[in-house]
């Protein structure tokens, strides 16, 4: 069965720090893979996408995620953490040539002071 | 309009009634998406339009909901007989592609609570 799991439902770090937020993706024919986040009582907002190009996507805000074909993951990272980022993070595939859009639970990212 | 709206904002109903959830979508965009947030749960996929019709409406739980879009724009999902387990906060998104690589503008959200 298509699948995408986040592998933690919470991650915590210091501001200026480095975020690192895992997603794996059941293996099937080569997806569509984006990450969104959700602020607040906001709509949510993409981040970035991979869509067979270069492996190494860079997004808004200083975001990054490498799609690794070999470990069927696409780990969502930023090198400095801003107290700004606290959101719900979204992994999300679309398996090629369908339409169905599968999220992951989420995870929460807190930035402490 | 500038983004996708949804209405309305917030939905209270009695269990057994009926609803209805209207999307309007970005202008052009022909791809329309519906999806039920649950409390600390991602969003999940109910149904997918591409112009009028439904091109996958597999995520529709049961035959209690029903979305249609008649002139390929705005869309309404139609809940029937409702149940406190509908309560949930329904999305939608639209997309200007055929093809669920291309990014979907999501809206804010209708909260239906069901008591």
């Known amino acids: 069965a298509q699948s995408v799991t986040q592998l933690d439902s919470h991650v915590s770090v210091s501001e200026g720090t480095p975020v690192l937020l895992r997603c794996n993706y059941s293996s099937s024919y080569s997806p569509s893979l984006f990450w969104y986040v959700q602020h607040p009582n906001k709509g949510l907002q993409l981040l970035l996408k991979y869509t067979s190009a270069a492996t190494l996507v860079k997004g808004i805000n200083g975001f990054e995620a490498e799609f690794k074909k070999s470990e069927t993951s696409f780990h969502l990272t930023k090198p400095s953490a801003h107290m700004s980022d606290a959101a719900e993070y979204f992994c999300?595939?679309?398996?090629?040539?369908?339409?169905?859009?599968?999220f992951g639970a989420g995870t929460r990212l807190f930035v402490k002071a | 309009g500038a983004g996708v709206s949804q209405t309305p904002s917030n939905k209270v109903t009695e269990k057994g009634k009926y609803v209805e959830l209207r999307c309007d979508p970005i202008s052009g965009h022909t791809a329309l998406y519906w999806y039920r947030q649950s409390l600390g749960q991602g969003p999940e996929f109910l149904i997918y339009f591409q112009g009028t019709g439904a091109a996958d409406d597999s995520g529709l739980p049961n035959d209690r909901f029903f979305a249609v879009r008649p002139e390929g724009s705005v869309s309404t999902l139609k809940i029937q007989r409702t149940e406190r387990g509908d309560s949930a906060v329904y999305l939608c998104?639209?997309?200007?592609?055929?093809?669920?690589?291309?990014?979907?503008?999501f809206g804010q959200g209708t909260r239906l609570t069901v008591v």
């Open positions: 999300v595939v679309v398996y090629t040539g369908g339409f169905k859009t599968i």
């Open positions: 998104a639209s997309s200007p592609g055929g093809r669920g690589n291309t990014e979907a503008f």
